[in-house]
């Protein structure tokens, strides 16, 4: 199992929901975070509070419907000279629920493959290579299960996209230290999934944050987060390694 103790990890949407419960466990390991948020006042709580566990931050803000803005956000961690060893692409938006999904407009799909697909892959593209340089990387694209429902369409084919970009990324990374896998958290209760959620955010760990830790040098694998609840992180290691 990989000892983050020391890495840097950057985690999109960390502020709250899934990227909260991602910060505080890696804290909790002894990993460094670069925290995003779409606004830095936004990042103060989940900052001030992982410090507690002895690690460094390092906070920057993006819009990721805007892709210059998620350049001038890679090229400020590039300019601290940060080696970000994990990603964590989390940030995600739902941008509605449409009842007459025929007369979903196109800006909902504009904007949703700008935030959850666009976004993650200026990250993968400007990330991954200096890993492979340096031999190691972990990267986790968080993705999503729903299916069969047309009222989501541009949110789920937005996950579909980064789904299938992980995939055929992961069959050049496959076999070497870098890995790229995805996470589907469920459906749970946070600003995005809403109160009728049948699983607290909580539940997400440990297996939101397993293919950090993984070390089988296996790439382009999704592994579901409510799968693993109430697994130890070595529990929820030695059964991801089993999936295919």
Same mark, same amino acid.
């Given at each position: 199992?990989?000892?983050?103790?020391?890495?840097?990890?950057?985690?999109?949407?960390?502020?709250?929901?899934?990227?909260?419960?991602?910060?505080?466990?890696?804290?909790?390991?002894?990993?460094?975070?670069?925290?995003?948020?779409?606004?830095?006042?936004?990042?103060?709580?989940?900052?001030?509070?992982?410090?507690?566990?002895?690690?460094?931050?390092?906070?920057?803000?993006?819009?990721?419907?805007?892709?210059?803005?998620?350049?001038?956000?890679?090229?400020?961690?590039?300019?601290?000279?940060?080696?970000?060893?994990?990603?964590?692409?989390?940030?995600?938006?739902?941008?509605?629920?449409?009842?007459?999904?025929?007369?979903?407009?196109?800006?909902?799909?504009?904007?949703?493959?700008?935030?959850?697909?666009?976004?993650? $892959?200026?990250?993968?593209?400007?990330?991954?290579?200096?890993?492979?340089?340096?031999?190691?990387?972990?990267?986790?694209?968080?993705?999503?299960?729903?299916?069969?429902?047309?009222?989501?369409?541009?949110?789920?084919?937005?996950?579909?996209?980064?789904?299938?970009?992980?995939?055929?990324?992961?069959?050049?990374?496959?076999?070497?230290?870098?890995?790229?896998?995805?996470?589907?958290?469920?459906?749970?209760?946070?600003?995005?999934?809403?109160?009728? $959620?049948?699983?607290?955010?909580?539940?997400?760990?440990?297996?939101?944050?397993?293919?950090?830790?993984?070390?089988?040098?296996?790439?382009?694998?999704?592994?579901?987060?409510?799968?693993?609840?109430?697994?130890?992180?070595?529990?929820?290691?030695?059964?991801?390694?089993?999936?295919?």
């Amino acid at each position: 199992m990989v000892n983050v103790k020391g890495k840097w990890a950057l985690i999109t949407g960390a502020s709250r929901g899934v990227g909260y419960q991602i910060a505080t466990f890696m804290a909790k390991m002894g990993c460094n975070l670069i925290l995003h948020g779409r606004k830095l006042e936004h990042l103060k709580k989940i900052s001030e509070e992982v410090k507690k566990f002895g690690i460094e931050t390092y906070c920057v803000q993006a819009e990721f419907s805007e892709p210059t803005q998620v350049v001038t956000m890679l090229d400020e961690i590039e300019s601290t000279g940060i080696a970000v060893d994990i990603v964590f692409n989390n940030a995600g938006l739902q941008v509605a629920y449409r009842k007459d999904f025929w007369k979903t407009p196109i800006e909902d799909f504009e904007i949703s493959f700008r935030v959850n697909f666009i976004s993650a $892959a200026l990250i993968c593209y400007r990330l991954i290579p200096p890993m492979i340089e340096r031999g190691f990387g972990r990267v986790v694209n968080v993705t999503s299960g729903i299916k069969n429902e047309p009222e989501q369409a541009a949110y789920s084919a937005s996950k579909a996209a980064l789904d299938k970009f992980t995939k055929d990324l992961s069959s050049k990374l496959d076999g070497t230290n870098v890995m790229i896998n995805l996470a589907d958290p469920g459906w749970c209760r946070t600003d995005l999934g809403g109160p009728n $959620a049948p699983n607290p955010v909580e539940s997400v760990i440990p297996g939101i944050v397993v293919g950090a830790f993984i070390d089988d040098k296996k790439s382009g694998r999704l592994f579901p987060a409510q799968a693993f609840t109430g697994l130890t992180l070595e529990e929820a290691v030695a059964k991801a390694e089993k999936m295919s």
